[in-house]
C-alpha cells in the first residue's frame, strides 16, 4: 500500500533563518506531488504541484521554492523565513491520471518567531 | 469569496443515528467532488468522492449526494459511531492533470457522535 512521509512535524525557526520540509511516497510511481498550506483562521491552499522530476509549478507567489529531486520525493524551501510563513503545511500525492482524491500527509507546524 | 462553503460549523448527532453534512459551491466548472475527515493534529483523511457525471456514490457507511442544479452536495454517515467524531471538509476541483490537484477546500464542520 501506499504511504506518504512528511517531516518534521513541529518546527520553530526564527525570521530570516532557511526552511527545509521533505516529503517522501512509498508504494507508487509517477505520483503528482503537492504541497498545500493551512495558515491561521483560513482553509487549505495549494502552494505548488509537480507531475514529474525537476517539474514544479507554483500556484500562489510567496517567499517559498519546491524541489522533486527524485520520483517521490517532494521538498518544501525557504531560503529566508518571514513571519507570514507560519502555519500548517501539508504534503500530498496523487496517482497522475484521470480524477483521482490527494492522500495527505500529518503536516509540518512552523511557527515562524 | 468562497466557492465552496459549509454553513454549519458543528453538528452533534446520537451514535446510531444519521450525519448529514452539507456542503454548497459556486464554481458550476466543478468536476470532482470530495469529502475529507480530519482528526487533530493529523491531515485530512480521504474518505468518497463523486465526480460531476453522477449524483451519487456509496462506500459502506457513507454516502455522497451530488445536486449539481442547486451546486449543493452532502455527505450522509449511517450509522453514526463516536469514532466518527472529526472535522469533515468539502472539496472541489474542476482539471485534469496537475491542476485537478488544486482543491479548493470548504472550511470544515466539526462532527460530534455522542455515545
Known amino acids: 500500500s501506499q504511504t506518504i512521509h512528511q517531516w518534521p512535524a513541529t518546527l520553530v525557526q526564527p525570521v530570516g533563518s532557511p526552511l527545509s520540509l521533505e516529503c517522501t511516497v512509498e508504494?507508487?510511481?509517477?505520483?503528482?506531488l503537492y504541497w498545500y498550506r493551512q495558515a491561521a483562521g483560513r482553509g487549505l491552499q495549494l502552494l505548488f504541484y509537480?507531475?514529474?522530476?525537476?517539474?514544479i509549478s507554483s500556484e500562489v507567489p510567496q517567499n517559498l521554492s519546491a524541489s522533486r529531486p527524485q520520483d517521490r520525493q517532494f521538498i518544501l524551501s525557504s531560503k529566508k523565513l518571514l513571519l507570514s510563513d507560519s502555519g500548517f503545511y501539508l504534503c500530498?500525492?496523487?496517482?497522475?491520471?484521470?480524477?483521482?482524491?490527494?492522500?495527505f500527509g500529518n503536516g509540518t507546524r512552523l511557527t515562524v518567531t | 469569496d468562497q466557492q465552496v462553503k459549509q454553513n454549519s460549523p458543528s453538528l452533534s448527532v446520537q451514535e446510531g443515528r444519521i450525519s448529514i453534512l452539507n456542503c454548497d459551491y459556486t464554481?458550476?466548472?466543478?468536476?470532482?467532488f470530495l469529502w475529507y475527515k480530519k482528526y487533530p493534529a493529523e491531515g485530512p483523511t480521504f474518505l468518497i468522492s463523486i465526480s460531476s457525471i453522477k449524483d451519487k456514490n456509496e462506500d459502506g457507511r457513507f454516502t455522497v449526494f451530488l445536486n449539481k442544479s442547486a451546486k449543493h452536495l452532502s455527505l450522509h454517515i449511517v450509522p453514526s459511531q463516536p469514532g466518527d467524531s472529526a472535522v469533515y471538509f468539502c472539496a472541489a476541483s474542476g482539471g485534469y492533470g496537475g491542476s485537478q490537484g488544486n482543491l479548493i477546500f470548504g472550511k470544515g464542520t466539526k462532527l460530534s457522535v455522542k455515545p
Open positions: 464554481n458550476s466548472m466543478f468536476d470532482y
Open positions: 508504494g507508487t510511481s509517477n505520483p503528482n
Open positions: 500530498a500525492w496523487s496517482v497522475y491520471e484521470g480524477l483521482s482524491p490527494l492522500h
Open positions: 509537480s507531475v514529474g522530476i525537476g517539474q
